[in-house]
C-alpha cells in the first residue's frame, strides 16, 4: 500500500492506467469520474479494482446533478451505490450544478456542470437532493463550487454563504476548487481575481472544508475556461496555500483532464501540492 | 423565480432559445452559452466515437462530427453516463435522408454498439457444473445461457466484412475493402455474433445455422425449441466445444414451471 507523505492525489485517467499500476508512486489518494465506472463489469472496472488495492479512491461525480429541480435520476443513484459497495471509497463528492431538466420529451439529462442560481429556493433544491443521496449512500458528500459562464441576476445569497448553509443544514462538506474561484472572478471582471478569490476562501467557515482540487485553465478570445488542459497557474497555487493557511492540512487533488500529460509532469503538481502542505 | 423554470430556460438556451435573467449581457452571454453549447457537443462527438468506431471510419471524422451533434439535438442524453447512450444511433443513421447512399451504415452501427455494451458487460466465468444438466435432464426442459453481453447481429449487408476491413491496415485493408465492396454490389448479408474475449469484444461470422441457434437462445427458448429452429444443419456437440473453449456459454438452466 503506498501512501503519501503528505495528502495529495491524483485524477487517475485512461492514459495513466498502466504507468501508474506498475509504478505505484506514492500518492495519498487517486480520484475518478464516478460515471466512468458505471458500466456491469469491463477492463475499465478492473483497473479501478487494481488501483484501489494501492491507493484510497476518492469517487467525484460529474453527473448526480445535485442542483436540479426536477429531482435525481433513481438510475444514477442506483449506478453510484453499487461503485460505492464495489470501490468503498475515501471520500464522495459531486458539483454544485443541474444537468436534469424536462424537454420536449421527458426529462434530459445534459451530461454537463450547468450553474445554478444562489438564491433560497435552489439553496433548499440543493439541500434535499443531497440529504437524498446521502441516505441512500449513509455516508456524508463533499459538493464542489462551479466555475460558471454565465449567472443569474437575482442570485440573493452568496456563494460561500450558500455553501456554508448547504454544509450547516445538510451535513456535506465543500469541496473547494480553488482554479474555479478563479476563472470565476478572472470571467467577472474583478479588478483584483487574486484578491477577490482570497476574500471568497476567508469567507468560508472553517471546517467545512474537505478536499481542495487545482487545475490549470485557458484563455479563449473573451472568455476563462476551465479546461484541465495545462499546469496549475502560479495565482492558484497560490490560493491554493491561502485554502491550506485557513482550512488546516487539508487533502488537494491535482486535475488534468485535457491533453493529458506524461505522468512524470502530473506527479511534479502533486509533488508541488505536497510542499504546500509543509 | 421558478427554478425548475430557470433550468428548463438554460437547457433550452443551449439549442439556440432565448433566455433572460442573466447577468452577462449581450456578446459575452453569448459566448458563455456556446462554452456550454461547445463542451455538450464535444461530450456527444468523444461518446459516438468511443461506441461506433466503424460508423465514424466509414463517414469520416468530419462528417461524424456533423452526425453526432446533429444526435444529440434528436436524442438527448436521459442519464448521466454517456458511456450508456446511443442505443438510438443506428436506427436514426438508417433513417437519415443524407445517409440513403450508405443503406448498410445502420446495421454497421448496430454491430459497433453491441460491441461497446459487450465491452461494458457483468464479467462472468463459465458455471461448468451445469453443463452435467445436459445428461440428467429432458433438452425441452433446458436452456443454454450465453455470457453477458453476447448479441447476434443479421443483416443483409457484409457488416462483419465492412467492421474488418476497418480493423486491417496497408494492403490487408485493400483487400478486405474490395472484398466488401464485391459483397455489397451483390446485397450479400452477413450474421455477426458480438463475444467478449478477455476485455475485448470481438465479431464472430456465423454461418446461418448457427445464427438460428444463437437467435433461439438469445430469446430464451428451451434447447429443444433452439435445436429445432436450428435445423438439421446445425452441429450441436462441435458448437459446444467451441462455445466452452471460447468462453461463450454461462451455463445450462433447468426450466421450472
Redesign the interface.
Known amino acids: 500500500m503506498s501512501s503519501g507523505r503528505h495528502d495529495v492525489g491524483i485524477g487517475l485517467r485512461q492514459p495513466h492506467y498502466a504507468e501508474l499500476l506498475n509504478t505505484t508512486p506514492p500518492l495519498g489518494f487517486v480520484e475518478v469520474h464516478s460515471e466512468n465506472f458505471f458500466a456491469d463489469g469491463g477492463a475499465a472496472l478492473a483497473v479501478l479494482h487494481q488501483a484501489r488495492a494501492h491507493y484510497p479512491v476518492s469517487l467525484h461525480g460529474v453527473g448526480l446533478a445535485l442542483g436540479s429541480a426536477a429531482g435525481l435520476d433513481p438510475w444514477h443513484l442506483d449506478r453510484l451505490q453499487r461503485l460505492v459497495d464495489r470501490i468503498e471509497p475515501l471520500r464522495v463528492s459531486d458539483h454544485a450544478c443541474f444537468a436534469r431538466a424536462p424537454g420536449p420529451v421527458g426529462v434530459v439529462h445534459a451530461n454537463d456542470l450547468l450553474p445554478i442560481a444562489f438564491t433560497e429556493p435552489a439553496l433548499a433544491v440543493m439541500a434535499a437532493n443531497v440529504s437524498q443521496v446521502q441516505d441512500r449512500l449513509r455516508r456524508p458528500l463533499l459538493i464542489e463550487n462551479l466555475s460558471a459562464y454565465v449567472s443569474f441576476t437575482d442570485d440573493a445569497v452568496s456563494e460561500p454563504e450558500f455553501f456554508a448553509r448547504l454544509c450547516r443544514r445538510t451535513g456535506c462538506g465543500l469541496l473547494l476548487d480553488v482554479n474555479n474561484l478563479m476563472v470565476n472572478a478572472l470571467n467577472a471582471g474583478e479588478p483584483d481575481p487574486l484578491q477577490a478569490c482570497r476574500a471568497f476562501i476567508d469567507a468560508l467557515p472553517i471546517g467545512i472544508v474537505g478536499e481542495l482540487h487545482v487545475a490549470g485553465y485557458c484563455e479563449a478570445d473573451t472568455i476563462v475556461i476551465d479546461d484541465h488542459g495545462s499546469h496549475v497557474r502560479p495565482a492558484v497555487w497560490a490560493l491554493c496555500a491561502h485554502a491550506l493557511r485557513r482550512f488546516g492540512p487539508v487533502p488537494v487533488l491535482v486535475e488534468w483532464d485535457t491533453d493529458v500529460p506524461a505522468l512524470d509532469v502530473l506527479l511534479g503538481e502533486a509533488a508541488h501540492a505536497a510542499s504546500l502542505h509543509g | 423565480?421558478?427554478?425548475?423554470q430557470?433550468?428548463?430556460d438554460?437547457?433550452r438556451a443551449?439549442s439556440g432559445g432565448a433566455i433572460a435573467?442573466?447577468?452577462?449581457q449581450g456578446?459575452?452571454?453569448a459566448?458563455?452559452?456556446e462554452?456550454?453549447r461547445a463542451?455538450?457537443e464535444a461530450?456527444a462527438e468523444r461518446a459516438l466515437a468511443a461506441a461506433f468506431a466503424t460508423v465514424q471510419a466509414l463517414v469520416g471524422a468530419d462528417d461524424f462530427r456533423r452526425l453526432a451533434r446533429e444526435f444529440w439535438h434528436a436524442h438527448?442524453?436521459?442519464?448521466?453516463?454517456?458511456?450508456?447512450w446511443g442505443e438510438a444511433f443506428p436506427a436514426w443513421l438508417a433513417a437519415h435522408a443524407a445517409l440513403a447512399p450508405w443503406p448498410y451504415l445502420g446495421d454497421s452501427a448496430r454491430l459497433d454498439f453491441a460491441l461497446h455494451r459487450s465491452?461494458?458487460?457483468?464479467?462472468?466465468v463459465l458455471d461448468a457444473a451445469s453443463l452435467s444438466l445436459l445428461e440428467s435432464t429432458d433438452p425441452s426442459r433446458l436452456r443454454m445461457v450465453l455470457m453477458?453481453g453476447t448479441a447476434l447481429i443479421r443483416s443483409r449487408w457484409p457488416i462483419v466484412g465492412i467492421h474488418r476491413a476497418h480493423q486491417l491496415a496497408g494492403e490487408a485493408a485493400e483487400h478486405a475493402f474490395a472484398e466488401v465492396r464485391e459483397a455489397i454490389e451483390r446485397s450479400r448479408g452477413e450474421d455477426a455474433l458480438v463475444v467478449r474475449d478477455g476485455?475485448r469484444a470481438v465479431v464472430v461470422p456465423l454461418p446461418p445455422a448457427d445464427a438460428r441457434w444463437t437467435e433461439s437462445l438469445l430469446a430464451g427458448a428451451a434447447l429443444a425449441d433452439s435445436l429445432e429452429h436450428a435445423g438439421a444443419d446445425f452441429d450441436f456437440a462441435a458448437w459446444l466445444a467451441s462455445a466452452i473453449r471460447q468462453a461463450w456459454l454461462k451455463g445450462v438452466l433447468a426450466i421450472h414451471d
Open positions: 423565480m421558478d427554478e425548475l430557470r433550468q428548463q438554460l437547457l443551449l435573467g442573466l447577468r452577462e456578446a459575452r452571454a459566448r458563455g452559452l462554452a456550454y463542451n455538450a461530450g438527448p442524453p436521459r442519464h448521466g453516463d454517456l458511456g450508456d465491452e461494458r458487460a457483468a464479467d462472468a453477458p476485455w
